[in-house]
């Protein structure tokens, strides 16, 4: 299992989900993938998406105007 993080600080919507996809799609099953991005409507597009993809979210939180996930990928 890696480890992996997608810095997405300063990027608009929808780029911070892009680079969340991408980064999921070309991680192995049970990878752990990082997001950090600083756009206000990430925080409820990443519960959205993870739904949505069957990626399990472990973590959400928001450390002075940084949203910071984690992401498990689930095989599919």
Do not use: H
């Not at 600080?9 to 996809?21: D, K, L, N």
């Not at 990443?46 to 399990?56: D, G, M, R, V």
């Amino acid at each position: 299992m890696a480890e992996r993080l997608v810095n997405a600080r300063g990027m608009r919507c929808p780029q911070p989900i892009v680079e969340t996809a991408r980064a999921v799609n070309a991680a192995a099953e049970l990878d752990i993938i990082i997001v950090e991005a600083t756009d206000e409507g990430f925080f409820r597009d990443i519960k959205a998406w993870c739904a949505k993809t069957n990626n399990e979210l472990v973590s959400l939180e928001n450390r002075l105007g940084v949203y910071r996930a984690v992401i498990k990928k689930i095989g599919r």
